[in-house]
């Protein structure tokens, strides 16, 4: 097992997502029934399903593997809200299942019941907003960002949560614009001048993304990456 879960990770490293699900989908027809694969193994084929985009097959891999609250935030996310109430436990009192029940509350355009945590915020922003980009639903996201103020409020980096989302999915303008709003609010923030600085060398910006580096290093003196990118930058700089 670990092998296949080497080869089909490999495939989704490489943006190979057609091939990775071909994969997937391979392995399960020539087992004869899911009961030859736990729960883990299942969920690991949700997981990989859903980084291929594969929605549809990851709310059923997560369903079967008895992960309703993941299997609800996909729907979810595909904008089946009926059908990620119907996941829903009343008696999950999980993190996912409560975060899930307050996305359903703001994308219903209903009265806020619910509020997220700090923590809820923090693990599960970005990867929504992340997945709503993938999935294109845009109105969703809209509906979402109304909300940052109240968001806001319970955890203050969470407009910054919302810019690696942008990153990772390669909108960099959108990502700059809200990193730099998150920098008004704290510009103490390390992280943040960082993830500018791996946005302006993609853009070949180098002056620009030494100066957040520089800044990057006052504030995370010990941060590894900070300190290999600032090298590297150097580098090109000193060659020119």
């Keep these: 097992m670990n092998e296949i879960i080497f080869?089909?990770?490999?495939?989704?490293?490489?943006?190979?997502?057609?091939?990775?699900?071909?994969?997937?989908?391979e392995i399960l027809k020539n087992n004869n029934s899911d009961k030859e694969f736990d729960e883990n193994d299942l969920q690991y084929f949700a997981?990989?399903?859903?980084?291929?985009?594969?929605?549809?097959l990851a709310v059923l891999f997560f369903t079967k593997a008895n992960n309703f609250s993941s299997a609800a935030f996909v729907e979810i996310i595909r904008g089946n809200l009926k059908e990620a109430q119907q996941l829903l436990h009343k008696k999950d009192e999980s993190s996912v299942n409560s975060w899930c029940k307050f996305l359903i509350e703001v994308f219903n355009k209903s009265l806020l019941v619910r509020s997220p945590s700090f923590f809820q915020i923090r693990n599960f922003l970005e990867t929504t907003i992340y997945y709503l980009l993938l999935a294109k639903n845009t109105s969703f996201i809209n509906l979402l960002l109304k909300k940052l103020t109240k968001l806001l409020e319970t955890n203050p980096d969470a407009e910054k949560y919302i810019a690696y989302a942008y990153h990772h999915f390669g909108d960099e303008d959108e990502a700059i614009k809200l990193l730099n709003n998150s920098l008004k609010r704290n510009p103490?923030?390390?992280?943040?001048?960082?993830?500018?600085?791996q946005i302006y060398v993609q853009r070949n910006l180098l002056q620009d993304a030494m100066a957040m580096l520089e800044n990057a290093?006052?504030?995370?003196?010990e941060h590894m990456p900070t300190k290999i990118l600032r090298e590297k930058v150097a580098k090109s700089l000193g060659s020119k």
């Design 7 to 25: 080869n089909i990770l490999g495939l989704i490293n490489e943006d190979k997502y057609i091939e990775a699900t071909k994969l997937i989908e």
């Design 47 to 56: 997981s990989c399903l859903l980084a291929c985009r594969r929605f549809d």
């Design 188 to 197: 103490y923030d390390g992280e943040i001048y960082f993830c500018l600085a």
């Design 217 to 221: 290093n006052l504030f995370l003196p």
